[in-house]
Each structure stands twice: as structure tokens, then as C-alpha cells.
């Protein structure tokens, strides 16, 4: 019954996928989750305060978020894609032009997404970050 009205009164953050997607280091962002008061940390690449997140951090007190590259790379993506919807690439052709010609190019950017949302869930859960769920 604990466990029950835990889960009740447990607040759980949804926060949409973009707004992770676009905090990415390539863009000179890195985010950062304080376990301290269950928050996101954006921080900017020029930004001060990195000595004191990297003493946060390795205290064990905030973690890097991956970014979206390192949860399902480009290329990764990219060949499941072709596997799932069996396209095969003409020769000489790049595998991101032919679905672009193909007019799927939108369907590939979402069927990433949601593969990155997924695996963005799991690493949180793997992390013990119950608080903060992620959607497409």
C-alpha cells in the first residue's frame, strides 16, 4: 500500500523530446540532471559555473544527459530504417538523398525520434531518474 501512494503522490516532469533534441553539445549546449532537486541544467558551451558542475558531478550529485547522436547515432538510424521498410539503395546513391527523393525523409526524422525518445526513457530509468519522462 506504501508503494502505491508513493507512486500517487510521485511528480513526474513530461518533457517534449525537442526540448532535449535541441540541447545538444553540437549546438553548444550540455545538459546536466541535479539529483539534489530533480532539474535539468542546460549549460552553454561559454557559460561560467563549469568548475562547479564538474565538482557536482563528480560527486555524483548531477549526470550528463546524452545526447541524441549517442543514444541512436545518424548512421545507426539511418540503416535501420532502410532494413524496417526494406529500401534498398541504388548504387553510387547516399542512403539520406534516396529516402529525401523517396519523399520519406520526414518519415525517417520520425521514426529516429522515436527511437531516441525510447532509448532517452530507458537510459533515465537505467539512471534511477523516475522523475523526468520524455515524449515525442
Not at 44 to 54: F, L, Q, V
Not at 79 to 105: F, Q, T, W
Request: net charge negative; hydrophobic share 35%.
Amino acid at each position: 500500500m506504501n508503494a502505491e501512494l508513493h507512486d500517487e503522490e510521485r511528480k513526474i516532469t513530461r518533457i517534449p523530446v525537442w526540448e532535449i533534441a535541441s540541447m545538444d553539445e553540437s549546438e553548444g549546449v550540455t545538459v546536466f540532471y541535479d539529483f539534489r532537486n530533480n532539474t535539468l541544467i542546460p549549460m552553454m558551451t561559454w557559460e561560467d559555473g563549469w568548475k562547479a558542475i564538474r565538482e557536482l558531478r563528480e560527486a555524483g550529485k548531477v549526470i550528463r544527459i546524452p545526447t541524441y547522436e549517442e543514444l541512436y547515432p545518424y548512421g545507426q538510424a539511418m540503416y535501420d530504417y532502410l532494413c524496417d521498410n526494406r529500401l534498398n539503395v541504388p548504387y553510387g546513391m547516399s542512403a539520406k538523398h534516396y529516402v529525401h527523393e523517396k519523399g520519406r525523409i520526414h518519415d525517417f526524422y520520425a521514426y529516429r525520434a522515436e527511437t531516441q525518445t525510447l532509448e532517452l526513457n530507458k537510459w533515465l530509468k537505467e539512471h534511477n531518474i523516475d522523475s523526468i519522462e520524455v515524449f515525442c
